[in-house]
């Protein structure tokens, strides 16, 4: 065969892999306006601004067949018309039946239409050059004379891309509307069906991103996850971004509908939950759109969210909205949820994204950690709502508090103290308690590694271990034999025995008598030795410490300070509230009348913060009006104190109902604080009169006395302000009342009213007093012994101790 003539049928090679290359981006191509045109005429929308111009894609096009089809120098370029002229007329007669009409004299002055696809069929053309197409030589020919006859029959190849072409688009619109079927059943099947949402107007389009955020996307989203069973955080890893190994790898998200993971978030949205409500809220927004990926973004963040919280549906990865470094070695326990957007983050970074998330942030609030927390749940499944939503949130995230999430017996003891103890500001004695177990269970593991539980604690062979992990948690020193925190022994002593019978209990419900008679041997060992070994020490230890105990009460002088400061600044604060509300004067008024009812009652810190407006309201008077028999046969002095002072009953400790005795000045101050509550941003559910505005940031509802008796203490000028604080003002009132030498049942009016027994006011409360053995005691001892210089008649005693 002539060289000649294998140049030739190279040269008409080469072009039609140029014309197949022309061809797979027409494919390319007319597929998106075919979708485009499919989607919004089966919409019925208008879709104006999405038709695509491909103008200056078809530029891009003749530039590219100038420079590959008909800008070629060959000798042999009449033999080369000759298969252009076979090819092209087939070519061009099935592009106009798909609205792509091209110029048989010039490729370059073609025009193209938007109204239908490229039919397909580039399968024959690469049935025709070969699985190589791509890589055929355009430099040097080969002896291609096998092919010759294959270049004889292209027309007829060529020709057969009609049939294929419309068999093709039938395939295409029948694959669409199968799409369409399967979508919406599934769609059907797992939420429910649905309404497609279609914009109504331009102005529904154009809604900002704030306004999307803001509001509730659908009740599919609905973030509360509370009775899904909770996850094992310990079992679960955060992907790195890059790994050495394998290097970048591409982030799946969890899709909310049908529960995968997916790649193409948004895509994997539109084409298999199209139907659904939230989805239909940004498909009709153009890609790029600031609305469109905050949509987006809500619905992938919940998806997470569900997957990171749901132990039926993690997979053993926690999906973070930022993946760490692989040197950072970051756990899922250093991952926080957000409560507003619902995204996982580092607890380094948590901050500084609230501020952006939260619209209404407001500086100071530190509870986006606590409200993370109950969101995510990570505690063992047996827990309680309140165990849940309420102590373990607000514990320290430690390694103690780690060691408390996931152990049975110790969640079902907190099980039992939120059942005993339903009050809000009990949670503190509930989380100390758990707090101390968490100690006591980590010390006894340093010393026995076999212990892997607290149930497991309860066996005969571990009492020994038992006793010297007590001793490690009480602080003992073997040398002086002291116990330095005599507390935590007579406390872990009365916990491991309720920690067994719960233990206990449980055997019976597994039938599990081997277990059972290990704990009964345990207790068995404990009752017979603790109270001899450790709780007499510790008895000792606590006497000890308080007979050395030096009490300094507070005197007469910095009492009336304290009160003089206290009282200036409410009236100050109530002049300012006189003429319009005023938050620094509403808080002042708050802390002032707050000191004063402590100065006047004497009643414990946590009885007077926690009063409520219920109880406010239930006020007792004695006057003409109310009780007017009682008050017509009482003294004058009596009815002129009586007309002072009103009283009302609150909540004491263990229950006891104690009263309280309220001025009348105090009365119009707690009104001026109740008249502004709304003004001051007080949340409407918060019950307290002492109540804390929603600028704060407090872990209660309620202002802490504690710390304003601190406070004002230091600035009213008294001598000693560590005396003023209000234990010591209780038992100011309890030993001044014993030098004033008072009846017996006077001093049982008094106990009562301070809420505690009259052997408790008489041992606890009433400090010794040197005064009355020096001056009295000393007289009966030296006339015992016959000291006639020092026997004087009772009458003439110095009674001055009195005054």
Not at 210 to 233: G, K, Y
Not at 358 to 380: A, D, F, T
Not at 684 to 692: D, E, G, H, Q
């Amino acid at each position: 065969m002539p060289k000649a003539f294998n140049e030739d049928i190279c040269l008409g090679q080469r072009l039609l892999r140029d014309i197949l290359t022309l061809w797979v981006f027409l494919e390319k191509l007319t597929i998106l306006i075919k979708y485009l045109h499919h989607v919004f005429i089966s919409k019925g929308s208008s879709y104006e601004g999405y038709l695509l111009s491909i103008d200056d894609s078809y530029e891009a096009l003749q530039k590219k067949s100038k420079s590959s089809l008909f800008n070629r120098q060959n000798s042999n370029v009449k033999d080369c018309s000759i298969v252009i002229s076979k090819t092209l007329p087939a070519i061009n007669n099935q592009l106009n039946k798909s609205s792509f009409r091209i110029n048989q004299n010039s490729l370059i002055d073609s025009e193209i239409s938007v109204e239908s696809s490229t039919p397909s069929g580039a399968s024959e053309i690469v049935k025709f050059i070969g699985d190589e197409w791509q890589n055929i030589s355009s430099v040097s020919p080969k002896n291609v004379s096998s092919n010759v006859e294959q270049i004889k029959n292209s027309n007829k190849i060529i020709n057969n891309m009609q049939d294929s072409h419309s068999n093709s688009l039938e395939r295409n619109i029948e694959s669409n509307i199968t799409e369409d079927t399967v979508s919406k059943n599934d769609t059907d099947n797992t939420l429910g069906a649905s309404s497609n949402y279609i914009p109504s107007s331009i102005n529904e389009i154009n809604c900002t991103a704030e306004q999307i955020c803001n509001e509730n996307m659908s009740t599919n989203l609905n973030f509360s996850n509370n009775d899904a069973p909770p996850v094992d955080i310990r079992d679960v890893y955060v992907p790195v971004s890059k790994n050495e190994n394998m290097g970048y790898s591409l982030k799946r998200y969890f899709c909310p509908y049908c529960k995968t993971l997916q790649k193409k978030f948004a895509r994997h949205l539109e084409l298999k939950h199209k139907n659904i409500p939230d989805v239909q809220k940004f498909i009709h927004f153009p890609k790029g759109n600031k609305e469109r990926r905050v949509v987006i973004e809500k619905i992938r963040k919940y998806g997470n969210y569900l997957h990171n919280t749901d132990a039926d549906l993690n997979t053993g990865i926690l999906i973070s909205c930022r993946r760490p470094q692989a040197k950072f070695q970051s756990t899922a326990e250093n991952y926080i949820c957000c409560h507003h957007c619902k995204g996982f983050f580092s607890r380094r970074t948590l901050r500084m994204h609230y501020k952006k998330c939260n619209p209404v942030y407001e500086k100071g609030r530190k509870n986006q950690l606590i409200k993370g927390k109950q969101l995510m749940g990570y505690i063992q499944y047996r827990a309680n709502h309140v165990m849940r939503r309420k102590i373990m949130p607000a514990l320290r995230d430690d390694n103690i508090s780690r060691s408390i999430k996931y152990d049975e017996l110790i969640i079902l003891f907190g099980n039992k103290l939120c059942d005993t103890y339903t009050l809000s500001h009990q949670y503190d004695m509930i989380r100390n308690y758990l707090r101390l177990l968490g100690r006591f269970k980590l010390t006894i593991k340093e010393i026995n590694n076999k212990i892997s539980d607290f149930a497991s604690i309860f066996q005969p062979e571990n009492y020994d271990d038992v006793i010297k992990a007590v001793k490690i948690c009480a602080n003992y020193d073997s040398e002086s034999q002291v116990f330095q925190t005599p507390y935590n022994v007579t406390t872990l002593g009365t916990i491991l025995k309720k920690c067994a019978r719960i233990q206990a209990a449980e055997c019976i419900k597994r039938k599990d008598i081997d277990a059972k008679k290990a704990i009964e041997d345990f207790m068995l060992l404990f009752d017979n030795d603790y109270p001899v070994t450790i709780n007499k020490k510790v008895l000792e230890d606590r006497a000890n410490k308080r007979r050395t105990k030096q009490i300094i009460l507070p005197s007469k002088s910095d009492i009336q300070k304290l009160h003089t400061y206290s009282k200036n600044l409410c009236e100050e604060a109530m002049k300012i509230l006189q003429k319009g509300f005023d938050l620094n004067a509403w808080k002042k008024l708050s802390d002032g009348t707050l000191i004063l009812l402590q100065l006047f009652n004497r009643r414990r810190a946590g009885e007077l913060e926690r009063l409520t407006i219920e109880n406010y309201k239930n006020q007792e008077t004695i006057d003409q009006i109310f009780n007017a028999d009682i008050f017509n046969n009482i003294s004058e002095d009596s009815q002129k104190q009586a007309k002072q002072f009103v009283r009302i009953v609150i909540r004491g400790k263990r229950g006891r109902n104690v009263p309280l005795l309220l001025h009348t000045f105090l009365i119009s101050d707690i009104d001026i604080l109740l008249k502004y509550r709304s003004e001051a941003a007080v949340n409407s559910k918060n019950k307290y009169v002492f109540a804390v505005p929603r600028t704060s940031s407090p872990q209660k509802g309620y202002i802490r006395a504690c710390n304003i008796m601190r406070k004002f203490a230091a600035n009213c000028g008294a001598l000693v302000p560590t005396s003023l604080r209000g234990t010591m003002l209780r038992k100011h009132l309890a030993t001044y009342i014993a030098m004033l030498r008072v009846e017996e049942n006077q001093v049982s009016d008094v106990a009562n009213f301070m809420g505690h027994d009259k052997q408790i006011h008489k041992d606890v409360y009433r400090v010794p007093n040197g005064l009355i053995d020096i001056t009295e005691v000393s007289r009966l001892l030296q006339a015992a012994i016959g000291n006639k210089e020092n026997e004087e008649n009772d009458q003439n005693r110095d009674q001055s101790w009195v005054s």
